[in-house]
């Protein structure tokens, strides 16, 4: 029969003592660890010879009581002992608590280590960016190595397959930046200069920049993934091992179809935005298409288009080698595929961010305003 856990307080010879008894178990302490913790006065020592079993959590009870009333632990057997030294011992390595730092200093070393981070990862890109140029160059070298059908089927899958959403994206842009320019062109009665608004804002920034920022959440994912998940199941060593180059025969491919279909996804998505604001203008300005097209002629100069050309390469190939890098990092498990495509992505839209605002002051350094 299980004897619930109890304790009773008496004077021994000017000495408080509280003495245990029944069993201090899980199971029989019932409100014997409220009614231990309310306790209140002196306590010399604790008396454990009549407690029929002890176990940790009973232990544990009696170790912070002792503690907290400084008292004397006595009557334990030797099994009951080695247990409350048990427990004790846990206790002390509990309460040793490893320095802290200052906010300051582990502000500091959050920023430094990310920006050693940042440099690893950008040494790491530089290299692997000499690695496509060399792969390129020999190819150049030797034309028969050149992977015709794979670079062909990347022209699909980064350029047709793109073809609706980036559409759909660059209408409906189109659309917001003339009703918004309008809504603000309205009140100082300059209504026709939302054509000038959206033919040059289409076609030297947001025209190739969305389109960027589209291709890389979309192709510079799936490059990450599909390099990752090769490097995963070890897809690359066999190819390295048969002596097939995994630049030439991955890297090199995808890089070529998203710098070239760049320039026509680029141009493509400035058309479409163009024709979401021409028909905005039509419907909401009474501005007819022949009236916004000769407009568009007249205001829009032709650098404004070789502004947005030349960017789509550069974000292209930014856009494939940080896909293609992130992919050939993947190592020991498949979580690895799913954080490094997600950095892939974010890389790509920061650098095409910075490299635009680069070519934004560059542009305007040597007078294509």
Known sequence: MNARADFRHENDGGAEVLRFTGRLSLSCLGDFPERLRSFQGRVDRLDLSSIDRIDTVGAWL???????????????????????????????????????????????????????????????????????????LTVLRHPRRFRFNATVHRFEVVGVSALPIIGLMSFLIGVVIAQQGSVQLRQFGAEIFTINLVGRITFRELGVLMTAIMVAGRSGSAFAAQLGTMKLTEEIDAMRTIGVSPMEALVLPRVLAAVLMMILLGFYASMCAIVGGGLLCWAALDIPPPTFIQRLREVVPITDVYVGMLKAPVFGAIIAIAGCFQGMQVESDAEQVGSRTTSAVVQAIFMVIVLDAFFAVFFTWIGWI
């Open 62 to 136: 009696i170790h912070r009581f002792a503690i907290e009333h400084e008292a004397r632990i006595e009557g334990l057997s030797p099994e009951a002992h080695n247990l409350l030294d048990q427990v004790a011992a846990a206790d002390r390595q509990m309460a040793v608590r490893p320095p802290r730092d200052s906010s300051l200093v582990r502000v500091v070393a959050e920023v430094g280590a990310a920006t050693l981070r940042f440099l690893h990862t950008m040494r790491g890109l530089l290299g692997f960016f000499g690695a496509t140029v060399i792969a390129f």
